[in-house]
């Protein structure tokens, strides 16, 4: 994480030609940092982490959940010190982005197309296909690709013919969000897509071109189900996984075994309030929590699948306080809700929260803090 940080840092060092480690520069900076909350801010994420230490007695884990923390100090801070984001550079990110999603779907399509039925055998099974990061990670990056490729589209500036190419890599990787088949990520395309182009139609008054729209998004899972087999798979998973929620094995399904990762997440939490396990002990109670209250347990550790009691358990209500806030209050102060893009991204956010925590994954922090900081340079630059 440290060494990702470091390079985060250089990349923006080569940008920014007037680069200056001076001390009074570097003050300076420091000064602008302070003076800004819509970037500080984020860095109570952090704090929370840091002061969890306190209450941890396994500083190793503590130790690794500090470095994996340490962007929502760093990219805030080079952020705000060096001034290069204009709105050009904005767009082409995005355009990139989108490129690089399509190029990746492509690759993982391609996998997929190798070897069909044993994909579609995985993923029956709960597995997944082969992707470059974690799964679910993976299908969140996707679904960002797919909002903002919409949300450009739908933006008057756009130029005609960049609007075919970007409507083209929507509707491309939105459809294989449904070959990837990870509810997660399905979920933030849906509900997106939903909330974005409702308030397009509904903001033009074209109350029947909203309803066929609503039609339309309630067809597509239907159509993909009776013509995409690793979706079929996935739903055929899914019951499965329900029918057996109250079997020993649930530890071991997906939605089962989430369940009973909620229960634990509110049962450690009733019993450490304000300051947690210490977020370097919850591995250790966690797996105490299954060890006195699974049958059968076999050494299959989920920590708590939602973001919120993840905090709650491991930080209490005084370090979960700190990650909301840290979360939450630059997406205010910095108005990001006037901004498609950037309420897309929170959006994503908030939905992996109820079932997953990927705060707690490196690739997903990065991705968040950095667009959420261009979001924040381009309503700077509207100003």
Avoid at 52 to 66: D, H, P, T
Avoid at 71 to 93: A, M, T, W
Avoid at 128 to 145: D, G, M, Q, R
Avoid at 254 to 267: A, E, F, I, K, T
Wanted: charged share 15%; net charge positive.
């Amino acid at each position: 994480m440290l060494s990702l940080c470091l390079f985060g840092f250089a990349a923006v060092s080569l940008i920014n030609n007037t680069l200056d480690f001076s001390f009074d520069h570097i003050n300076q900076n420091f000064r602008r940092y302070t003076q800004h909350g819509k970037y500080w801010l984020f860095a109570l994420v952090f704090l929370g982490i840091l002061f969890s230490g306190i209450n941890s007695e396994n500083m190793n884990q503590w130790l690794k959940n500090v470095q994996l923390k340490l962007p929502f100090v760093v990219l805030p801070f080079v952020f705000v010190s060096y001034d290069f984001i204009e709105g050009r550079l904005i767009n082409k990110l995005k355009l990139v982005f989108v490129s690089v999603a399509v190029c990746s779907s492509l690759i993982v399509g391609l996998y997929y197309l190798g070897n069909p039925a044993y994909y579609i055998e995985r993923i029956g099974k709960g597995q997944s296909l082969e992707v470059p990061v974690h799964h679910v990670t993976y299908s969140l990056l996707i679904s960002f690709a797919v909002l903002v490729s919409i949300a450009m589209l739908l933006k008057q500036k756009t130029p005609k013919k960049r609007k075919i190419l970007i409507g083209i890599a929507g509707v491309f990787l939105f459809g294989f969000q449904h070959i990837l088949a990870v509810r997660s990520g399905l979920t933030c395309s849906y509900v997106g897509l939903a909330l974005l182009l409702s308030f397009y139609f509904f903001k033009r008054k074209n109350y029947f071109g909203l309803l066929l729209f609503l039609l339309g998004l309630i067809a597509i899972p239907i159509v993909a189900y009776l013509c995409i087999p690793s979706f079929y798979a996935k739903i055929g998973y899914v019951v499965w996984d329900l029918t057996n929620v109250n079997t020993d094995k649930v530890i071991g399904y997906s939605d089962g075994g989430r369940w009973v990762s909620w229960q634990m997440g509110w049962d450690i939490f009733k019993g450490n309030l304000f300051f947690g396990t210490g977020i370097g002990d919850l591995p250790e109670v966690c797996e105490r929590w299954y060890l006195e209250n699974i049958s059968g347990y076999s050494g299959k550790l989920n920590l708590p699948h939602n973001q919120i009691l993840y905090c709650l358990s491991s930080m209490g209500i005084v370090g979960t306080t700190f990650f909301l806030l840290g979360i939450f209050i630059p997406f205010f102060k910095a108005k990001l809700f006037k901004n498609n893009s950037a309420w897309l991204l929170y959006l994503i956010v908030v939905l992996s929260f109820l079932v997953e925590t990927q705060i707690e994954r490196s690739v997903f922090i990065n991705f968040f803090l950095f667009f959420a900081l261009i979001f924040i340079a381009e309503e700077n630059e509207s100003h």
